[in-house]
Structures are given as C-alpha cells and as structure tokens.
C-alpha cells in the first residue's frame, strides 16, 4: 500500500500500526457504534490480521485519523473497478467508509477526516468516482455524506439487514470528481 500521510488543520491521518488495533477495538466495539456497521462483532486476531493484509493490497489505501497522536476513527478507501465493458480504465473507482470513537462525535472531526479523504482520492489518485453506502437509519451518517455534497442514488427499501432491527432501507451515495472539484 502506498503510504497514506495526510494532515488537516487538526488530525494526521495515517497507515494503521499494529499498536493501533486495540484502541481502533476500544471504539469500533461499543454497541452504538456496532449498532451501525455490517460486521458487529469481531475477534481481535482476525480484525489485526485483516488490517495487516490491507496494509499490504496496493488498493486499499485505509488509514487510522489521530488527534494529538490519539486515533479516534479510520477512514477506508478501497479502490476499485468501474463497472463496464471491456476496456473499461482499470482502478477508477473507490469505496469510502468510516468509524469514528463516539466520544469524539459532534467536533467535526469526521468530516474533516473523511473530506482530506476525498481530496486525496481525487486530486492524488486520480478516480473519478467514489461511492458509500450506510443504513438509512443511521442519520450521522447520512447527513456526513450529504454535507460533504455526496449524492443519494440509490434508496434500498428493505434491502438491508440489520441484526436488531430487521430488515431496513439502506441508502448508496456517490460523487464524481467533476462534482467534487466544482462545490464551493
């Protein structure tokens, strides 16, 4: 994996270090935060071990977002094939995603995270779109995706399952670098 090294006015976002995995589990284990993603519960040698494996896959370009040296969230980034017909350009897409500690919620620090993602994305790697999917119900969420100008294209009725709650609409956002490099 290229070395991801980003700086925002306040966090260094950054490659994952194996001395990270147990605080990233501190958080990414709380029933609120577990609540909202796919993948509820984990075991922790296969969670270190994962990320080992994305450090070493030259599409994932995931990162651990610290604040005065205390991660707080990550950010992935996985790139990907665009859908189509042969000779379609190879690696021009990308995957965004996010968990962030709750006790650092409602400081901006996601959507500045999650914004140096983007830049990165495309003024850096070149894609020309990235998408992201989350529950419908999952409202921070939502309203991170949409304040970062990510367009809802797809609404999902009953498409998702969510292990509390059932079946539950899931929601697909996606942005195009055109549309990225031409917001205010």
Not at 48 to 70: F, I, K
Not at 111 to 116: D, G, I, L, N, P
Request: aromatic share 8%; net charge negative; proline share 5%.
């Amino acid at each position: 994996m290229a070395s991801v090294n980003l700086r925002t006015e306040r966090l260094t976002l950054r490659p994952v270090r194996d001395e990270d995995i147990d605080r990233i589990l501190e958080y990414r284990n709380l029933p609120e935060v577990g609540r909202w993603l796919l993948r509820t519960e984990v075991d922790p040698a296969a969670f270190r071990a994962t990320w080992r494996r994305c450090a070493e896959d030259p599409d994932d370009h995931s990162v651990a977002v610290a604040l005065d040296r205390v991660v707080i969230g990550t950010v992935s980034l996985d790139v990907r094939n665009s859908m189509g017909q042969p000779g379609t350009p190879p690696g021009t897409e990308a995957e965004i995603g996010y968990i962030f500690d709750p006790k650092y919620g409602g400081h901006g620090y996601a959507t500045e995270a999650v914004s140096a993602m983007l830049a990165h994305a495309f003024d850096r790697l070149g894609l020309r779109r990235i998408t992201a999917g989350c529950y419908a119900d999952n409202l921070p969420s939502v309203r991170l995706l949409e304040k970062l100008g990510m367009r809802r294209e797809q609404h999902g009725v009953g498409d998702s399952w969510h292990a509390e709650l059932g079946w539950v609409d899931g929601y697909t956002y996606a942005l195009l670098a055109d549309e990225w490099h031409h917001q205010p």
